[in-house]
């Protein structure tokens, strides 16, 4: 079904890109996620003049990576207010990446058109996963692989975005839960029939060098789109210092981040 066609999605679809737009995400993206798309460009193996699509690729977290490497590099995001960041990032790297408004559900690419696809924390957020791994699948050639992060359901990140879920408004019906990407058995029954062998692996990222939990949350709340949206909200109906208080209260652990790696590949 077309975005048009379920009713709410395109709604669904600016609201999201409005949030990711909001607060400065180069700078989070920069001070919490950064090692990871150096990980997942090494766990993949780039090969030089290899076709790479980077889905959801924000500031070009794998992007960047991947070009370094060798890569022909596509960067495809529904945010583009973060490519100019993006542009500036691979500038200074000294690498060429094509940078392509699009979505996730609806890859502006041709069938079986790349050798490689990755996706740092972005895919995730695609609220009907069945068409994002559809997506994914179409677009890779014969024989191609990908390799994409997402927040485990039980760590420390993936609680912090359970509690934001908590506060705001319920999701529409269409909607699956982003963390349900971070469960290897929910997973393989997204890719089950598409003939994707899978492989799984769990990491963790340290979090931020922050004074405190209050600093942290703090930091995160004026510099998190999604977060700058919720608290404006919760702000108008006098919730957001209890909300600011319970999410504070997930960093006191000091506990690492965990996220689940997941590497496929098509049958040649």
């Known amino acids: 079904m077309t975005t048009q066609a379920v009713p709410g999605l395109a709604e669904m679809k600016q609201h999201a890109r409005a949030s990711w737009a909001a607060g400065d995400f180069p700078a989070v993206a920069k001070l919490t996620l950064w090692e990871v798309g150096e990980r997942l460009v090494k766990r993949v193996g780039i090969g030089a003049g290899e076709d790479v699509l980077d889905i959801a690729c924000g500031t070009g977290n794998a992007a960047l990576r991947a070009a370094s490497a060798g890569g022909r ?11 100019v960041a993006g542009r500036a990032l691979a500038a200074e ?17 041709a069938d079986e058109s790349f050798d490689v696809a990755l996706s740092t924390f972005g895919l995730m957020f695609a609220p009907r996963h069945e068409v994002a791994a559809r997506e994914l699948v179409r677009v890779l050639r014969p024989g191609g692989r990908f390799a994409c992060t997402a927040w485990t359901p039980e760590g420390l ?38 003939g994707i062998t899978l ?42 210092e209890e909300a600011r208080a319970e999410m504070a209260s997930l960093y006191v652990s000091g506990a690492p981040a965990e996220y689940l790696v997941v590497q496929g590949r098509r049958p040649a």
């Open 73 to 83: 590099v596509v960067g495809v995001d529904l945010t583009p207010e973060l490519f």
């Open 93 to 109: 790297a000294g690498v060429e990446i094509e940078w392509i408004e699009g979505d996730a559900e609806d890859l502006p690419c």
């Open 157 to 194: 990140q993936g609680t912090f975005f359970r509690k934001l879920g908590s506060y705001a408004p319920p999701p529409p019906p269409f909607a699956r839960p982003p963390l349900s990407w971070g469960d290897e058995g929910y997973v393989r029954e997204l890719f089950a029939g598409t």
């Open 199 to 240: 492989e799984f692996a769990r990491e963790t990222v340290p979090l931020a060098p922050f004074d405190s939990p209050d600093a942290a949350i703090d930091w995160t709340a004026d510099h998190f789109g999604p977060l700058i949206m919720l608290r404006g909200m919760l702000e108008q109906q006098g919730r957001w």
